[in-house]
């Protein structure tokens, strides 16, 4: 089966930067789309950010020129490099794969990581 794990979570202060990692196996996953999503505490899961296999990317408006969505297929990594951080980051993040770019926009992925968790401190 297809494993996805993330990594790099922690406590940061506001207006720091922090680097997550995404770690693929079991199965190629360079033609899918790569997502990152996020859950705060009472709210839904939401879309963060996006790549597609020829590194095309879009991001959620929130996030706009502090967040970048990277990948690696031949170390079938995906990586989001998180700058200029404020509370409202603090979440879960997951990061996700699907052959669907709709489906990764709506928060929706065939596979899912564990994820791991972003606190932002002011």
């Known amino acids: 089966q297809v494993q996805l794990v993330e990594s790099g979570g922690g406590l940061v202060q506001a207006g720091g930067s922090l680097r997550l990692s995404c770690a693929a196996s079991?199965?190629?996953?360079?033609?899918?789309?790569m997502g990152w999503f996020r859950q705060a505490p009472g709210k839904e899961r939401e879309f963060v950010a996006t790549?597609?296999?020829?590194?095309?990317?879009i991001y959620a408006d929130s996030v706009k020129g502090r967040f970048t969505i990277s990948r690696d297929n031949a170390k079938n990594m995906v990586y989001l490099q998180m700058d200029s951080l404020n509370s409202e980051d603090t979440a879960v993040y997951y990061c996700g794969a699907d052959q669907v770019f709709g489906r990764i926009r709506g928060a929706r992925a065939d596979y899912w990581g564990q994820g791991t968790q972003v606190t932002v401190s002011s």
């Open positions: 790549i597609s296999w020829n590194l095309h990317t």
């Open positions: 079991g199965r190629d996953l360079r033609t899918y789309f």
